[in-house]
């Protein structure tokens, strides 16, 4: 039995006026604007007039959690009339246009260029404050890693148990230094 994937869904508003509902945000959509729809949570569009038009990428959630190091909110919305914001559009739009053989061969480079203007237009440039409780259990973290990291049976799943934390929490305390385990661990070597 397969697990369903989970998407991030940019949705650019190209004609017209709509509503986009989700996690309790309101946000109004005009031609241009690009917003973030979080697959796993229910959405509600609603057309403000007679006629509307719209444009969607799905982007695998881990990819993109991975990338930007963050878990982007669904239900935002930013003004596509910015820089950014045409960049993005256009270099999703662009590849549609074009035949399937010339876009394939650029899909890497591409993608991670869509991860990176969303990330300029939904991720806060303003790390949020770290507790005083999480920098101590990242350093104690980061001196386990140290001591350990070259014995072979010590992974993610050890750093946890021995931490007395979730794997879950071990991957924030570093997202939220923009970096990851694998990252320090390279730096060491």
């Known amino acids: 039995m397969f697990a369903s994937m989970a998407w991030i869904i940019t949705v650019f508003q190209v004609v017209g006026h709509s509503i986009l509902a989700q996690n309790d945000q309101r946000v109004q959509l005009a031609a241009t604007d690009v917003a973030l729809v979080d697959s796993a949570r229910p959405v509600t569009y609603v057309n403000e007039s007679s006629y509307g038009q719209w444009f969607s990428l799905q982007l695998p959630r881990r990819a993109l959690v991975s ?3 963050v878990e982007p909110e669904g239900g935002l919305c930013r003004r596509g009339e910015t820089r950014v914001g045409r960049l993005l559009f256009d270099l999703i739009r662009e590849p549609a246009k074009a035949e399937a053989s010339a876009f394939s061969l650029a899909v890497s480079y591409t993608q ?3 991860h990176d203007l969303i990330g300029a237009l939904f991720v806060p440039s303003d790390p949020p404050p770290v507790s005083r ?4 259990m990242f350093v104690r973290i980061c001196g386990m890693i140290k001591d350990r ?3 072979p049976d010590f992974d993610p799943r050890e750093v946890s148990i021995e931490a007395g934390i979730s794997l879950r929490y071990v991957q924030k305390l570093f997202t939220q230094r923009g970096s990851t385990r694998s990252d320090f661990i390279c730096s060491l070597v």
Do not use: E
């Not at 409780?133 to 101590?136: A, E, L, S």
């Open 67 to 69: 990338h930007l190091g």
């Open 112 to 114: 991670l260029a869509v």
């Open 133 to 136: 409780h999480m920098d101590k």
């Open 149 to 151: 990291f070259a014995d």
